[in-house]
């Protein structure tokens, strides 16, 4: 029913209940509604249909709000407000090769990790006088896990004499899945509030829009001093994820005239006259962190408890859950607080004791500790990085 406290709707045991309530009104209190009665099967028949009829009202009463609505119709949300859902895309890296001098590397290398993610040049490379040299590449797959870390690329796809080494000396950057529905919300509501003319929250708006981008945080300076790094009247806009170029073009298309920016990374901006402006900002380092839980259990736990568990802990760390879905979870050098975790196991059916639960960036040395991040970092996570053992009680 629709009344001034919103929509409530009957259930299947609400609608049997109201067609019995009428037929012993028309047909007498001793009418027999039974399950196996004639007239009892047809009420039951047409209260499963017009229970699915509620909920599809449900549904549309739903999708009428941000907040409440799920899939297409959250993309049409975002239509409106000219925010379209981020599509999966390609991760990109920048590989360092060592080969005979002077030897060409045509457009179209592939090299890998040892798990086999591909990567392919985008254009040629010849190396110089020792042999060395460094080429931008992206990965042959789109999704976030071709965001491989620093150092594992190091697998010549197609090996030839001239060719003796590769390495990513950073890690790739800008691989995503396609938006899930949480953060999709997300982003249509922080878009909401910067419809303001606040010149932060529409810097975080447009650079938290940009394919690729999981997180971001500005420090503002308005003094006269230099602090945390920072240039007087500037402000330093520090990302996870995204590619450089975009998020440059997003920065020099929300910053107002006059305001500085820093950070280690520059992007030259063309204005409508022709004439060029750097824009610096930086980018934030992921850091892995890894888990181990032991658990005691009953017979409750559920056949997939032990991916409940971790898609709970990558819901408050930040990745990607078994499902596809990526979550943000802790922010741009936000800690990670220990005592936080016990929720995310408890809160299994069936979990009766945790006997062990340690974390760490080190998988050799992991802690029953909170974990800070270090200066322009954020922790995430990831399924292959928790353990879970498990023990029937």
């Known amino acids: 029913m629709l009344d001034d ?7 299947y045991a609400d609608l049997l209940t109201e067609m019995e309530s009428k037929s012993k009104e028309l047909f007498g209190e001793n009418i027999n ?6 007239l009892g099967i047809l009420l039951r028949i047409f209260s499963w249909f017009l229970a699915i009829i509620w909920q599809v009202v449900e549904n549309v009463y739903h999708s009428s709000f941000i907040k409440d ?4 119709q959250l993309d049409r949300h975002g239509r409106n407000r000219a925010i379209t859902r981020n599509p999966a895309s390609e991760s990109t890296v920048f590989l360092t090769i060592t080969g005979a001098p002077y030897y060409t590397i045509p457009i179209g290398s592939y090299f890998e990790t040892e798990d086999e993610i591909r990567f392919m040049t985008i254009y040629e490379l010849t190396l110089d006088q020792v042999g060395a040299g460094t080429v931008e590449a992206v990965s042959a797959e789109r999704g976030a896990e071709n965001n491989v870390l620093a150092n594992t690329i190091v697998v010549i796809s197609e090996p030839v004499e001239e060719l003796y080494s590769v390495t990513n000396e950073r890690e790739a950057a800008g691989g995503s899945n396609q938006e899930s ?9 922080q878009g909401n509030i910067a419809q303001n003319n606040a010149i932060l929250d529409a810097i975080y708006s447009r650079v938290r829009n ?9 420090k503002n300076n308005n003094t006269m001093d230099i602090v945390d790094g920072v240039p007087p ?3 330093n806009v520090i990302v996870v994820g995204g590619n450089d170029a975009e998020v440059g073009q997003a920065i020099y298309s929300s910053v107002a005239a006059g305001v500085g920016t820093s950070g280690e990374i520059t992007y030259t901006a063309t204005a409508a006259d022709g004439n060029t402006h750097e824009i610096h900002f930086s980018k934030a380092i992921s850091t892995l962190v890894y888990f181990k839980v032991s658990v005691t259990v009953t017979e409750e736990f559920p056949a997939d408890g032990v991916g409940m568990i971790k898609d709970n802990i990558i819901s408050y760390i930040g990745g990607n859950s078994s499902d596809g879905t990526n979550y943000t979870g802790l922010d741009l050098s936000e800690e990670l607080i220990y005592t936080r975790l ?8 069936g979990v009766e004791n945790t006997t062990e639960l340690l974390a760490g960036v080190n998988q050799e040395n992991m802690t029953a500790g909170n974990i800070s991040p270090g200066l322009n970092s954020v922790l995430t996570t990831s399924d292959a990085a ?5 023990t029937y009680a």
Do not use: A, Q
């Open 233 to 235: 009247k500037s402000l």
């Open 342 to 349: 016990f929720h995310n196991v408890y809160s299994i059916p």
């Open 33 to 38: 509604l039974s399950s196996y009665t004639p």
């Open 5 to 11: 406290k919103g929509l409530k709707i009957l259930t």
């Open 69 to 72: 609505s799920e899939g297409i």
């Open 210 to 218: 940009v394919n690729g981008v999981v997180s971001v945080k500005i």
């Open 386 to 390: 928790i353990e879970v053992n498990v």
């Open 181 to 189: 529905d949480v953060s999709y919300r997300e982003r249509l509501i």
